[in-house]
């Protein structure tokens, strides 16, 4: 069982940064292809962003160049440094992690919500025009 919480959300002014944090527990961090996605009322899920067990990271179009994923296994921690955001960000945000089925998994980048074996709660993220 892997037990996930973001903490960092919050209400922000158009332009401003924000970052949020994943707090993951019950197996080794490390070992996970990790995520983030949102959703906004009315809408689908969506991805956000993904980085691999090895530090590969992989950027929806939307948030490319002002988004920065990052991991620190360490303190079994997921990040998700958001700048210059915009209204259309609002969104509950969800942190995922994926357990690998097999060897070779080290460079796999998950972006398909069904694809995901754990999920956070979602912290809502506000950004006022």
């Known amino acids: 069982q892997v037990q996930l919480v973001e903490s960092g959300g919050g209400l922000v002014q158009a332009g401003d940064s924000l970052r949020l944090s994943c707090a993951a527990s019950?197996?080794?961090?490390?070992?996970?292809?990790m995520g983030w996605f949102r959703q906004a009322p009315g809408k689908e899920r969506e991805f956000v962003a993904a980085?691999?067990?090895?530090?590969?990271?992989l950027y929806a179009e939307s948030g490319k160049g002002r988004f920065t994923i990052s991991r620190d296994n360490a303190k079994n921690t997921l990040y998700l440094q958001m700048n210059s955001l915009k209204p259309e960000d609002t969104a509950k945000y969800y942190c995922?992690?994926?357990?690998?089925?097999?060897?070779?998994?080290?460079?796999?980048?998950?972006?398909?919500?069904?694809?995901?074996?754990?999920w956070g709660q979602g912290l809502q993220v506000t950004v006022s025009s």
């Open positions: 980085i691999s067990m090895d530090g590969g990271r």
């Open positions: 995922a992690a994926d357990v690998p089925r097999g060897p070779d998994q080290r460079a796999r980048r998950i972006t398909r919500v069904d694809e995901y074996d754990y």
């Open positions: 019950g197996r080794t961090f490390s070992s996970f292809a």
